[in-house]
Nanobody, 127 residues
């Protein structure tokens, strides 16, 4: 089992930046590939970004490509999401998730592939 706790959400103006962190505890962090998802009110939970266990491979949703950056520090058991050039449509609850590293894919990111989830952190972008 792994426990995930997100932090860093908040309110920001359009065009601004925000950084999210997800601290993991429990079993070996490097056993897991990590992902960020988001869910806006009344909508499904959508993939945002993912990173392999080593950090050598990353993947992004088209809607955030070039604006968001996912990274990880295995020594600190933490994954990050740096969000730049934020837009009002980025407003959502952002969730950190973990899956066994063998399940990482650069192209396929269904939420059902991720076994462990954080509680979520709210990101609100005002226009």
């Amino acid at each position: 089992q792994v426990q995930l706790v997100e932090s860093g959400g908040g309110l920001v103006q359009a065009g601004g930046s925000l950084g999210l962190s997800c601290a993991a505890s429990g079993r070996t962090f490097s056993s897991y590939a990590m992902g960020w998802f988001r869910q806006a009110p009344g909508k499904e939970r959508d993939f945002v970004a993912a990173i392999s266990w080593s950090g050598d491979s990353t993947s992004y949703a088209d809607s955030v490509k070039g604006r968001f950056t996912i990274s990880r520090d295995n020594a600190k058991n933490t994954v990050y999401l740096q969000m730049n050039s934020l837009k009002p449509e980025d407003t959502a609850v952002y969730y950190c998730a973990a899956t066994h590293r063998a399940y990482y894919s650069e192209t396929y990111h269904p939420p059902t592939r991720y076994a462990y989830w954080g509680q979520g952190t709210q990101v609100t972008v005002s226009s």
